[in-house]
């Protein structure tokens, strides 16, 4: 700890995925690796992980934030 400021000397950013968070990551890993010959032959598949409160923000006047954000692009 920093004695002046109390502030840890180390930080982590990102911080770690929760529980619920990494299960989410893991059924889409799933879900694009059991289709990306199919559904998703083509695609290019992104996993975007938003920053609470400071990244991409949806219906400002409830100030929602995605935890994540998926980005599907077929090139067109």
């Known amino acids: 700890m920093d004695k002046d400021t109390n502030e840890p000397l180390i930080k982590i950013s ?6 619920g968070e990494s299960t989410f990551v893991k059924h889409v890993r799933k879900y694009y690796n059991e ?3 199919d ?3 083509g695609k290019d598949v992104y996993l975007l ?12 006047a409830s100030n929602f934030y ?9 090139g067109v």
């Open 49 to 60: 992980r938003n920053e609470s409160r400071k990244g991409i923000g949806f219906f400002e």
């Open 66 to 74: 995605p935890d994540f954000i998926l980005w599907v692009n077929d």
């Open 14 to 19: 990102p911080v770690a995925l929760n529980v």
């Open 35 to 37: 289709h990306k010959e």
């Open 39 to 41: 559904t998703l032959k």
